[in-house]
C-alpha cells in the first residue's frame, strides 16, 4: 500500500467543464479507479491548480487521467508518452500505512482539506531539510494523513479530519531532537505570499475539494 500525490493544470477556460464531466463520471470514474487497487481518491481545485491524493494498493502502478480528460488537462512529457498529471515528490508524511485495515479501520473520514502553496525556489533545500528533520525526529505525532508534495517550486499537501493517529508508531531513522520550536516562524521565510488571500491563507491556500471517496 502506498500513498501519492499527483499534481494536474487544467487548461485556459477549462475549470467548469472540468467539474462537470467529474460530477457526470463520478460513479464510472469510481469504479474504474478502484478496479485499478485505489482506495481512496480526492480532487481538489484553485484556479488553474489541481491536486490529488490516493492510496493505493498495487505499490507499482501509476495513475494518471483516462483520455477522456485531455480536452480540459494540459499535458507533461512523460518517459513513455505525455501524461495529464504528474507524481509529486514526497516532501513530508506523518504517518506510513502498513496496510489498508490498520491504516484506516471503522473511522470516518468526516472533513479532507488540500492547500497549495509558492516555494521560493531558493529556500527548497532548506525547506525540504527541516521537514525531513520533523519527519524522523517526530513521526506519527500529530495526523498521520497529513503529507506535503511538491512539483518545481508549487507545494501540495493534504490531511483529513478528524485527526488520527498510527496505532503503532513508527521509530523515525534520527535520534536527534533539532527541529524548531517556533515551527511557523521558521517556515515563512520560505514562501511566497498569495496575493489577494484571506488572513490566515497568505502562504496556505485552501483548494475547492471536487470530488472524493
Not at 464510472?28 to 492510496?55: D, M, P, W
Not at 497529513?146 to 531513522?173: D, M, N, T
Request: aromatic letters at 16%.
Amino acid at each position: 500500500m502506498k500513498r501519492n500525490l499527483f499534481y494536474a493544470q487544467l487548461r485556459k477556460d477549462a475549470s467548469d467543464g472540468f467539474r462537470s464531466a467529474i460530477e457526470r463520471d463520478g460513479e464510472s470514474f469510481r469504479n474504474q479507479l478502484e478496479s485499478k487497487g485505489v482506495l481512496t481518491f480526492s480532487l481538489f481545485i484553485i484556479g488553474c491548480h489541481a491536486g490529488v491524493y490516493l492510496e493505493l494498493l498495487d505499490n507499482e502502478y501509476e495513475w494518471d487521467w483516462p483520455d477522456a480528460y485531455r480536452i480540459w488537462l494540459e499535458e507533461w512529457p512523460g518517459e513513455g508518452e505525455a501524461r495529464l498529471s504528474v507524481p509529486m515528490i514526497d516532501i513530508f508524511h506523518d504517518g506510513v500505512p502498513a496496510d489498508p485495515a490498520s491504516w484506516r479501520g471503522a473511522s470516518d473520514v468526516e472533513k479532507r482539506i488540500g492547500s497549495f502553496a509558492k516555494l521560493k525556489p531558493d529556500m527548497a533545500a532548506s525547506y525540504i531539510f527541516y521537514h525531513y528533520q520533523k519527519q524522523e525526529e517526530t513521526p506519527d505525532s500529530f495526523n498521520k494523513t497529513y503529507i506535503i508534495g511538491a512539483h518545481g517550486p508549487l507545494l501540495f499537501s493534504y490531511y483529513e479530519l478528524p485527526s488520527s493517529l498510527s496505532e503503532s508508531k513508527r521509530k523515525g531513522v534520527l535520534s536527534t531532537n533539532n527541529s524548531p520550536k517556533d515551527w511557523h516562524a521558521v517556515m515563512q521565510p520560505h514562501f511566497v505570499p498569495w496575493g489577494d488571500a484571506a488572513d490566515g491563507q497568505e502562504y496556505w491556500q485552501p483548494a475547492a475539494f471536487i470530488y472524493g471517496f
